[in-house]
């Protein structure tokens, strides 16, 4: 393993330019992002954006003082159990009774009706004989009993919704309780995503022949753009063919925020996208990153497209979009959550990592009393889909670390555990 791993990085370090730190990469990607322009969109399309401007209460909310049950207002000071009243009117929800409640009355009034004039109190109807136009009280309430007052949720001109925030269900619940029927938000990112090499099968289209296999990587890409919120379409895979892969590219640099291809981006003969990607105009920042699986990832900009080559190794394809192009896209959206969580975890033997690159190793996680402790979900290598289908996290081990037994070290959460 080891004198492998040797040989493809001397390999690496002759015909890859520079190889940079797994944290330089992702800094790279970040300051070569910037968020989309904004728009507002309705409520529901906005949902998964995340705000581009602080949102502010328009009033106070709820906007009037109403009931929070079904019963009766009264005047706290005249309740007394066993004391009867007399039911003077009704106040149901969006119908506010125009009577007030004098001593000895009661107004029958249902959950969010406004409580009226001269009540201070509202008594539920379980506490009395029941309904009628007159009821005996069970027990005595206090003022302000079962009454939600006005402006108790938010007030007039408080920052309700900070820019950056993730539109989620509650927050289109807070900006819809105060009559926004729109948002505004980033645009969110186009994305083409585009899988190259010969091998390639469209999956259900037909059986394999010899030395095919099924395209995966662009599906996986395009539910992983999906997940975070970004628009994204793939294109047809593209041979290794070098005009076949120059129009694909260009067609996409065409309709594209950020192009994701994977394959064809490391140092064999086949190997055309990086100077594809050149002779189109695009600009490379990069070209290999001390980080495995994952080294020969590209990334590059012309105008305002990015451009990410992902290696076509399955697993360094989709662990090299969790973590350089996931945060690319959140930055564009808006998002101050650019990363996944992270959380700390420990390992119960000693890790090591030797090959000189940040290493990320699938993992499951378990709570302990310890904390989270990581387990490795087996074989790790870079084509094993089944390491991410049954990993948990992504814990980053640094280059030429020993991590011992029970010591800390973080982790990216890939799902719920
Ligand atoms: P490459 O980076 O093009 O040399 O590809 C590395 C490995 O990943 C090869 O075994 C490819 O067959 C495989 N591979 C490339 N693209 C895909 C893809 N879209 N889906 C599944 N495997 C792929
Ligand atoms: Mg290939």
Redesign the pocket.
């Known amino acids: 393993m080891v004198s492998i791993v040797k040989a493809e990085e001397s390999n690496g370090m002759q015909l890859f330019e520079k190889l940079i730190e797994y944290a330089e990469a992702e800094r790279l990607v970040l300051e070569n992002t910037s968020p989309m322009l904004k728009e507002s969109l309705p409520l529901m399309e906005a949902r998964g954006l995340a705000l581009a401007e602080d949102i502010e209460a328009r009033f106070d909310s709820p906007p009037f003082d109403n009931s929070a049950v079904d019963g009766y207002a009264v005047r706290g000071r005249d309740t007394e159990a066993g004391k009867i009243f007399e039911v003077v009117d009704e106040a149901p929800a969006g119908r506010p009774s125009a009577k007030s409640v004098g001593e000895g009355e009661a107004i029958k009034i249902f959950t969010g009706g406004v409580i009226p004039d001269g009540a201070d109190a509202v008594v539920m109807v379980e506490d009395t004989s029941g309904w009628g136009g007159t009821f005996e009280i069970g027990k005595e309430v206090p003022v302000e009993n079962n009454i939600r007052r006005s402006g108790e949720d938010v007030r007039e001109g408080d920052l309700m919704l900070r820019a950056g925030t993730e539109i989620g269900p509650y927050e289109v619940a807070l900006a819809a309780s105060q009559g926004y029927g729109e948002l505004p938000v980033h645009r969110r990112p186009k994305v083409v995503v585009l ?3 010969t ?2 099968v469209e999956p259900g289209e037909r059986e394999l022949s010899p030395g095919e ?6 599906f996986a890409m395009v539910a992983q753009c999906h997940d975070a919120g970004a628009e994204a379409r793939r294109i047809h ?1 593209a041979s290794d063919d070098a005009e076949v892969l120059r129009k694909a590219v260009e067609e996409a640099l065409e309709t594209a925020d950020v192009v994701v291809t ?5 140092v ?1 003969e ?2 055309l996208v990086k100077s594809t990607l050149l002779d189109l105009g695009v600009e490379q920042v990069f070209w290999g990153v001390k980080f495995k699986p994952g080294k ?1 990832l590209f990334f590059g900009m012309r105008e305002d497209v990015r451009f990410f080559g992902l ?4 697993v360094s ?1 989709m662990v090299c979009f969790e973590l350089f192009v996931r945060p690319a896209l959140m930055k564009m959206m808006g998002r101050s959550d650019h990363r996944r969580p992270t959380v700390e975890v420990h390992f119960d033997e000693d890790i090591s990592n030797r090959f000189g690159r940040m290493h990320a190793v699938r993992v499951s996680l378990e709570k302990t009393e310890d904390g989270l402790l990581a387990k490795s979900v087996g074989a790790q290598g870079s ?1 094993l889909i089944t390491s991410l289908t049954k990993a948990d996290a992504i814990a980053l081990i640094g280059p030429e670390s020993e991590v011992k037994a029970g010591e800390t070290v973080e982790a990216i959460v890939l799902r719920d555990f």
């Open positions: 899988s190259t090499g091998e390639l296999i099924f395209d995966s990587n662009s895979a994977s394959g064809g981006v490391s064999g086949k190997d020969p290696p076509g190794n399955p394809a084509g």
